[in-house]
């Protein structure tokens, strides 16, 4: 039996429930099978014919749709009288199956379908575009974890090793302005980082979660005086205090993100909050722990100066200290992040679950939430499951199609069982794994691993979902894919292999010995893998940058990199152009030294995504029909990048290849990506 050849579609065209049932779908090479089973729920159903071609047989089966999750796999009887049994592992021969040998399914996992395939771009708003100069964080207007603020006057100059109080002046003004530019890029959705009232740049240390931030928003009414200098006594920040406490900066500044996800909307663009709930920030209202809203109107007492605080029981104090009490519990230990204290107030977990359904809702009306270090709410696994199903049931009320994304570094499997997480921010099946092979760097470029670099099969162990028991099919077809972020290291400065962090060394060395080809290779792997492709803001202009501060840098405006941005439209428009890159089935077709090659197919065609990580030319054959692709027949090459050191080249005019007896053979330039069509594409057609 050709094993190769096997081919369990586990595309959600096959996963989806169809009445009582659901429908699963297999293809074997025409003859090799006298019959074909699947096992589940204890028992071996037999699978019909469905149909062949000149190359495949299909057969589908039917197992009924348990409320629970179901664990299957497919036997099948060679034309020899052998059996193999067909799972995640692939083909096996003989011996009793293991776990490991299991697909999975969930029959009543409802995710939203806008993610699929959709493209994504992160905003980290500060560093942006500046869009309306009286809205600026100024010198001294407050005093913020050990320093005053300060307003960078100079929008191209490099971040500080510690930069949380300065301030670019990006805003939302400067994201309403650019998007045209957003939407001529081809961007399908706006993740914006946290954009609620808070003291840093980065935001992540919420001061209301009820209102935008009028840094970022409207300031209508503004007085009072900045700090004087060598004063750190925040109550005295009378500008700060009106510009944040105010009511009018403050409905002015959420009428004023209703107007922009509604142009936004306009425009076909969908927008996701990032939702900071684990802990909040010692500004907060809640905790009060500067007195900026002591004695103001419309505010109550904050639980820091006052034991008898509504919100005392908000938060975990280890010590009767009261007044001006610092002894509470602060995530992992920060004082500046209080960790919310969920378990001991259900006031709080009503109060969070209103802020989730609030801004999915009309007037705000967005897309969805990203949920900042999700799995650590609550003190334990137990409260963390159970708010997340009572935060998914208040969302989706709200919304049903607003999606639930959310931040979790590994083990993701008991958040996505349908009834909490919709899916995950993909760094273990995709941005860890895309740049090992590609660079051999960790993601924070700490270190270089010589033994990941160029590692095809370590690679394809990693990145199919298949083999990774905490991404089941329906989250795996929605995560967010990306190659940088705000937490990590450009992907640029990553190609370079030099291991570093801004303090160690300088922002310039982030520039040093990076390759653009590498880049490219990154940027096409991200638009032809099943889930929504996420660029960070600048990627696609040449931004580099160490580790966080320094990958915030501000986006480049006039200072672009051409080509990049040519490049980047070119392979947006192509991964729009072709709806197999949506939900189309995925097959990995070769994995060799530094060359690795996947298929994409569904009814309307393939596509076949060739990467050569190597500094030297290849030349490779290819068992394409496996992957959609005629047996006899050309592929078109659409798409290619290629270079050497700094220099780097891409193309999109065509040229066919020959394919024989379902073999192609292409020449693979250094460190190239290629991408090849088949529009007739024979799977699916029987």
């Given at each position: 039996?050709?094993?190769?050849?096997?081919?369990?579609?586990?595309?959600?065209?096959?996963?989806?429930?169809?009445?009582?049932?659901?429908?699963?779908?297999?293809?074997?090479?025409?003859?090799?099978?006298?019959?074909?089973?699947?096992?589940?729920?204890?028992?071996?159903?037999?699978?019909?014919?469905a149909g062949s071609d000149q190359v495949f047989d299909y057969y589908e089966g039917r197992i009924p749709a348990s409320a629970s999750p179901i664990r299957y796999y497919f036997r099948i009887r060679s034309r020899e009288g052998d059996w193999v049994r067909y799972g995640r592992r692939g083909p096996v021969e003989g011996g009793r199956p293991g776990k490991a040998d299991y697909f999975h399914l969930i029959p009543d996992f409802a995710v939203p379908d806008w993610p699929a395939g959709a493209v994504g771009y992160q905003i980290f708003v500060d560093r942006f575009c500046k869009g309306d100069p009286s809205t600026d964080v100024l010198d001294r207007e407050y005093f913020y974890n050990g320093?005053?603020?300060?307003?960078?006057?100079?929008?191209?100059?490099?971040?500080?090793?510690?930069?949380?109080?300065?301030?670019?002046?990006?805003?939302?003004?400067?994201?309403?302005?650019?998007?045209?530019?957003?939407?001529?890029?081809?961007?399908?959705?706006?993740?914006?980082?946290?954009?609620?009232?808070?003291?840093?740049?980065?935001?992540?240390?919420?001061?209301?979660?009820?209102?935008?931030?009028?840094?970022?928003?409207?300031?209508?009414?503004?007085g009072g005086q900045v700090l004087a200098e060598g004063d750190r006594d925040n109550a005295h920040a009378s500008r700060y205090i009106q510009r944040v406490t105010d009511r009018e900066n403050l409905e002015a500044s959420g009428a004023f993100f209703a107007r922009l996800v509604e142009e936004a909307h306009r425009r076909g663009i969908r927008v996701i909050l990032d939702g900071v709930f684990n802990h909040c920030g010692s500004f907060h209202k809640w905790l009060d722990r500067e007195k900026i809203y002591q004695g103001r109107q419309g505010y109550g007492p904050g639980a820091y100066t006052d034991p008898d605080a509504p919100t005392r029981s908000f938060f975990g104090f280890t010590e009767d200290a009261w007044p001006d009490n610092r002894h509470y519990e602060g995530w992992w230990g920060h004082d500046t992040l209080p960790k919310l204290n969920y378990e001991e107030s259900e006031a709080l977990c009503q109060y969070i679950l209103g802020i989730g359904k609030k801004w999915v809702s009309p007037p705000y009306c967005c897309d969805g939430w990203r949920l900042d270090v999700a799995a650590d709410l609550g003190h334990s696994a137990a409260f963390n499951h159970a708010f997340w199903k009572r935060f998914r049931r208040a969302v989706k009320e709200a919304n049903p199609e607003a999606v639930i994304l959310a931040e979790n570094y590994c083990g993701?499997?008991?958040?996505?069982?349908?009834?909490?997480?919709?899916?995950?921010?993909n760094y273990e099946a995709f941005m860890e794994p895309v740049t090992w092979f590609l660079t051999g760097m960790e993601k924070h470029s700490d270190y270089y691993r010589e033994d990941l670099h160029h590692n095809a099969e370590a690679f394809w162990r990693a990145m199919t979902w298949q083999d990774q028991a905490y991404m089941p099919g329906a989250p795996a077809w929605i995560s967010m894919n990306q190659l940088s972020n705000h937490d990590h290291s450009r992907f640029l400065t990553r190609t370079s292999?030099?291991?570093?962090?801004?303090?160690?060394?300088?922002?310039?060395?982030?520039e040093k010995g990076i390759r653009r080809a590498v880049f490219m290779q990154g940027t096409v792997l991200l638009m032809t893998w099943p889930g929504m492709p996420t660029l960070y803001y600048g990627d696609e202009a040449g931004l580099c940058g160490f580790t966080d501060p320094d990958n915030r840098r501000p986006y480049p405006w006039g200072r672009e990199d051409e080509k990049l941005l040519s490049f980047h439209k070119d392979i947006i428009a192509l991964h729009k152009r072709y709806p197999c890159l949506k939900y189309g089935s995925l097959k990995a077709l070769y994995g060799e030294g530094g060359v690795i090659a996947y298929a994409r197919f569904d009814a309307s065609g393939a596509l076949l995504t060739v990467i050569n990580s190597l500094d030297a030319e290849r030349e490779v054959s290819l068992k394409v029909l496996y992957g959609g692709f005629p047996e006899e027949g050309r592929a078109r090459r659409i798409f290619m990048s290629w270079g050497g050191g700094r220099r780097a080249f891409y193309t999109t005019k065509e040229k066919d290849f020959p394919i024989r007896e379902g073999t192609l053979t292409l020449p693979l330039p250094p460190q190239s990506a290629l991408v090849l069509t088949a529009e007739a594409g024979i799977l699916h057609k029987a």
């Open positions: 039996m050709d094993k190769e050849a096997l081919f369990a579609d586990q595309s959600p065209a096959f996963m989806k429930r169809q009445g009582g049932e659901i429908c699963l779908r297999l293809r074997i090479r025409k003859g090799e099978a006298l019959s074909c089973f699947v096992r589940a729920l204890g028992k071996s159903r037999p699978m019909r014919p320093d005053y603020t300060r307003r960078i006057a100079d929008w191209y100059q490099d971040p500080a090793p510690n930069d949380v109080q300065e301030f670019y002046g990006g805003d939302l003004q400067g994201v309403l302005d650019r998007l045209d530019y957003l939407e001529a890029l081809g961007v399908d959705v706006i993740y914006f980082n946290p954009l609620f009232v808070s003291p840093s740049n980065h935001k992540y240390d919420t001061q209301d979660y009820d209102y935008i931030d009028p840094h970022f928003g409207k300031i209508v009414k503004d993701s499997q008991d958040w996505l069982q349908g009834d909490e997480w919709d899916t995950i921010m292999g030099r291991a570093g962090r801004l303090g160690q060394k300088r922002s310039r060395d982030a």
